[in-house]
């Protein structure tokens, strides 16, 4: 069993920077996926950011160019930095991760965590 940790959500203004991050318990050297998804009140959750197992970097369009993903294989740790926030990207933000094992994938969520961007 995979725990993921994120860590560094809270209030910002508008215009302002964070950087997420997320700590899972095992190697991500061969994580099939890994990314982040939020979920704002009354809506779904949406991917915001994915590296896949071909090492690309998917945005959704609402952050590209302000949001950057990253990942540190010797600590087992993703982060997005979040550049030029708005108040539309308040949500709970989530990490996640998929392997697969013989065949089989095993999809991981972390606990979330809020970021709150507003004046």
């Known amino acids: 069993q995979v725990q993921l940790v994120e860590s560094g959500g809270g209030l910002v203004q508008p215009g302002g920077s964070l950087r997420l991050s997320c700590a899972a318990s095992?190697?991500?050297?061969?994580?099939?996926?890994i990314g982040w998804y939020r979920q704002a009140p009354g809506k779904q959750r949406e991917l915001v950011a994915a590296?896949?197992?071909?090492?690309?970097?998917n945005y959704a369009d609402s952050v590209k160019g302000r949001f950057t993903m990253s990942r540190d294989n010797a600590k087992n740790t993703v982060y997005l930095q979040m550049n030029s926030l708005k108040p539309e990207d308040t949500a709970v933000y989530y990490c996640y991760a998929q392997w697969i094992t013989f065949r089989t994938a095993y999809d991981y969520w972390g606990q979330g965590t809020q970021v709150t961007v507003s004046s």
């Open positions: 590296i896949t197992s071909a090492l690309a970097t």
């Open positions: 095992g190697s991500i050297f061969n994580v099939n996926a």
